[in-house]
């Protein structure tokens, strides 16, 4: 008898017990109507009823397909708790049948739909080793944790470590109890780590082992119904269609792509939705079809930006994510190319912001100066995590689908009617190009890039115009690394040709930006990092040809004009704080902010104890400049948690991070960050360098003048004493360059000048 056939006729045989034990709620797991599930048995819960270890499973399982994680984890600990006081033999006895390991699966697969690998594969860990010295026999469970250990490190580019969860689910044998199953988990494990690692061709090879598509064709028809084969079948159709696509069979993705997006059933799964039409785009635009690429390219974007959960519904099935940001780049180049740069424009802004709203996904406690009140905003924000929680598994279809949607755009509206710029943060809100155009002053440039790879784009935009421009971005991040490490050795100029290379890339090329006194930048990836101040055109710097401001994105622009005029109260001087540790004193600080003071004598000085992140938190709002001298770090791999070290206090350790600064209000004109690496941040794919600076904006203050790197006392003394002289009767991005031109005139090397930029409205 064929292998597929005994193996579904095993399952029949199996679903058939179900059936005759009358369990609605069986039935409802199997045919993927998991909301059932949950009423059912947590109506049961409610009576007082206890659930039987099957019943446990089925709830459980249902939380985890509805990404119902606040529930699940609690729901794995009873599911253990049942498991743990049975053996194999009982469990084969009662017909459960049920992996006592889906505890830690379950676990898993949670962490990595939300892209936490390292806790994913440390589960796994755990969940394997127990099984070793327990003889846990079952087979089902073991495939899963096989799989999943081995996603988790392939998507940490583990790939010797992916390669071995490939040899141990080659190796391991599936049995009996439940090898159905087991033999599919087992053949899309090691299809889907070949997938996750770009190894199309090698995933050619096994998708199809085993009779995998028999095997779940006959197990659906046996026991399961249509609505199942749309929700088990549809992530492996897709799947053999992008091996299709990305092994150069553009004919066979092309017509499984088209029969995937006419099945109704593809488009309530958002992650597989927005992936087909990116690679339907792709093929358009190979066959020269510019009109259909874009129309596909931008649905896609449409549904990437539907909701903000970053959750990854199919990282488990398919081995796939997908990289949001590649569709964007995709129809950035297209409309470039078809001239349309103005919506081209708008495209890379829509693109940074969802990098932002990606890195903030978790985050709830946001401040806001809303017209409802905080309370307001916090419930609205409440619902529509609820709202897309729901939306991200929501087994609905038609009107109940369309209803969910409708109340995420509503809930949406009403937080961008309350509070925009928190908006902003929640959901992919930015400003269309005339509006941009419109925040520009008429002595003003800005200048946005754009681009990852070889591929650059520079936009230029003016009151009256935007034009953009494709640049070489071939080796750019290695040129910005190496030129500031040739920064760091002041007794040579072995920065001055690195400098004159950078300026023929990124400026000579858009020459005309330095037509007008003022010069807006708009940094995107590795140029996040680049002094801009000292790039050298062979005459001179570009400093000395324009006055230079950066933005984070040039949307937020909207946000900074319509602020209130910052409080009256003169500048508040924190510095030198006291961490405990002599060899953290800043002595040079201190002496810095004691010198501002000479010139600015109405400021408040907190100094040493006094320098807490409490002070800083409560008085921020009282004055109209802030200056921060003290130790700042930057945290490369999350860099919600690069931060200020201020002085103890309490049971507080004096930490200000990027995340505390979120739900922080200050109503400063200007912050200064006079410390280490304060203006460093992590180089997302998308949106700006999400540091302290991009922190600080959003709770409330105008412009921040941080430093890119380290510089020594006496000539950040220097620097600092000149720009608040300057400040007296200049606007701040002014005040900057003038105190950076004198600073080069008495230490010409531009280590010591340029580390220093602003951020924000420069008037």
């Not at 609605?24 to 797991?29: F, I, N």
């Not at 495209?347 to 969802?354: G, H, L, M, T, W």
């Not at 060899?583 to 003071?597: H, S, V, W, Y």
Request: hydrophobic share 45%; charged share 20%.
């Amino acid at each position: 008898m064929n292998a597929v056939l005994r193996h579904a006729i095993v399952l029949c045989l199996f679903s058939s017990l179900l059936l005759a034990a009358g369990c609605a709620g069986q039935m409802a797991h199997r045919a993927g109507k998991y909301e059932a599930n949950v009423a059912e048995y947590e109506g049961q819960l409610a009576k007082g009823e206890d659930l039987s270890l099957q019943g446990s499973f089925f709830l459980c399982d249902a939380y985890a397909n509805t990404k119902n994680y606040a529930k699940l984890f609690a729901c794995a600990d009873g599911f253990d708790k049942k498991a743990g006081g049975m053996n194999a033999a009982e469990l084969f006895l009662q017909m459960e049948m049920v992996d006592p390991s889906m505890g830690d699966v379950w676990r898993a697969q949670a962490q990595l739909e939300t892209g936490k690998y390292a806790e994913a594969e440390a589960i796994a860990d755990k969940a394997l080793a127990k099984r070793s010295s327990n003889g846990i026999g079952w087979t089902y469970g073991l495939a899963k944790l096989y799989s999943l250990r081995g996603l988790a490190r392939a998507y940490q580019k583990n790939a010797a470590g992916a390669r071995q969860s490939i040899q141990e689910l080659t190796e391991m044998s599936c049995g009996l109890a439940g090898a159905a199953l087991c033999l599919e988990d087992k053949y899309l494990g090691i299809t889907n780590i070949h997938v996750s690692q770009g190894q199309y061709q090698e995933a050619a090879k096994t998708v199809d082992a085993a009779g995998m598509k028999g095997l779940a064709s006959m197990m659906t028809v046996f026991t399961l119904g249509t609505m199942s084969w749309d929700f088990y079948n549809l992530p492996r159709e897709f799947l053999q269609t992008k091996i299709n696509f990305e092994t150069g069979k553009r004919a066979e993705a092309k017509a499984g792509y088209l029969a995937l997006l006419n099945n109704p059933a593809t488009r309530s799964n958002g992650a597989i939705w927005w992936n087909l039409l990116f690679d339907l785009g792709r093929i358009a635009r190979g066959e020269g079809d510019g009109k259909t690429a874009v129309q596909r390219l931008t649905e896609a974007v449409t549904t990437i930006e539907s909701q903000r959960a970053n959750i990854n519904t199919e990282a488990a099935k398919i081995g796939f994510i997908g990289d949001k940001q590649s569709v964007y780049r995709e129809l950035v180049s297209l409309l470039v190319e078809q001239g349309k740069v103005a919506e081209a424009l708008e495209f890379v802004e829509r693109a940074k912001s969802r990098a932002l709203v990606d890195l903030l996904a978790e985050r709830q406690n946001f401040a806001a100066q809303a017209q409802g009140g905080q309370a307001s905003t916090t419930e609205s924000l409440k619902l529509l995590a609820s709202l897309e929680q729901k939306a991200v598994a929501y087994t609905a279809k038609g009107e109940e689908k369309e209803r969910l949607r409708s109340a995420i755009s509503g809930t949406q509206a009403d937080l961008k009617r309350e509070a925009p710029e928190l908006a902003s943060l929640v959901t992919v809100t930015t400003a269309k190009a005339a509006e941009i155009q419109a925040q520009l002053g008429t002595d003003e440039t800005l200048l946005e890039y754009y681009g990852q790879g070889d591929d650059l784009y520079a936009f230029t935009v003016t009151r009256a115009a935007i034009t953009a421009q494709k640049l070489d971005g071939k080796g750019l991040e290695a040129e910005v690394r190496a030129f500031r490490e040739a920064l760091r050795d002041v007794r040579t100029d072995a920065w001055k040709p690195l400098a004159a290379r950078l300026h023929a890339r990124l400026i000579a090329p858009v020459a005309g930006v330095l037509a007008k006194p003022r010069l807006t930048i708009v940094s995107h990836g590795a140029l996040h990092y680049l002094p801009w101040a000292a790039l050298y055109g062979g005459q001179q710097f570009l400093v000395d040809r324009v006055t230079l401001q950066q933005l984070p994105s040039a949307s937020i622009m909207q946000f900074l004009a319509a602020r209130r005029p910052a409080t009256a109260r003169d500048m508040l001087l924190l510095g030198n704080p006291d961490l405990g540790d002599t060899a953290m004193d800043l002595p040079g600080a201190e002496a810095e902010a004691r010198a501002i003071k000479g010139i600015w004598p109405n400021s408040t000085m907190l100094m040493r104890g006094a320098a807490t992140k409490g002070a800083l938190t409560k008085a921020g709002q009282l004055f109209r400049v802030i200056h921060v001298a003290a130790h700042g770090e930057f945290v490369t791999d999350q860099p919600l948690r690069s931060r200020l070290l201020l002085a103890p206090e309490g049971k507080d350790n004096g930490q200000l991070t990027a995340g505390d600064l979120y739900g922080l209000r200050l109503n400063a004109d200007l912050v200064t960050l006079s410390a280490c690496e304060t203006g460093m941040g992590k180089v997302l794919s998308g949106d700006d360098v999400v540091g302290l600076t991009r922190g600080f904006l959003y709770a409330g203050a105008n412009s921040i003048v941080a430093s890119l790197w380290p510089v020594s006392d006496d000539e950040t003394q220097f620097l600092m004493t000149s720009f608040y002289r300057s400040l007296k009767k200049l606007p701040k991005a002014e005040a900057l360059r003038q105190a950076q031109l004198e600073t080069k005139t008495k230490y010409p090397h531009p280590f010591y000048w340029s580390a220093f930029q602003l951020t924000g409205m420069g008037r």
